[in-house]
């Protein structure tokens, strides 16, 4: 089994900026694909960025051109930058692996609050 530990979510102002970071742990094949996904208060989860085994990345054109999602292979860790945030993107950030291929299942983490104020 794979786990999933996000961090580095908090408070901040209106256009500011938070990093995120997840960690994973287990049963890990380096460079499996991941993403990101949010929920928002009284909200269905929703996709907010993918990278791929092969780096390519896709995001939620609600985000894209704001937030960058990257990786640290040797570390195990996955990092979504939020630039220029807005009230919109409160939400519980989560992080997730995509075993499917392998495992039949995704991974989840247990997430991360971003609050971000106006």
């Known amino acids: 089994q794979v786990q999933l530990v996000e961090s580095g979510g908090g408070l901040v102002q209106a256009g500011g900026s938070l990093r995120p970071s997840c960690v994973a742990s287990?049963?890990?094949?380096?460079?499996?694909?991941m993403g990101w996904y949010r929920q928002a208060p009284g909200k269905q989860r929703e996709f907010v960025a993918r990278?791929?085994?092969?780096?390519?990345?896709l995001y939620a054109n609600s985000v894209k051109g704001r937030f960058t999602i990257s990786r640290d292979t040797a570390k195990n860790t996955v990092y979504l930058q939020m630039n220029s945030l807005t009230p919109e993107d409160t939400a519980v950030y989560y992080c997730?692996?995509?075993?499917?291929?392998?495992?039949?299942?995704?991974?989840w983490g247990q997430g991360t609050q971003v609050t971000v104020s106006s």
């Open positions: 287990g049963s890990i094949f380096s460079g499996n694909a």
């Open positions: 990278i791929t085994i092969r780096s390519t990345t």
């Open positions: 997730n692996a995509d075993y499917r291929w392998r495992d039949g299942i995704e991974y």
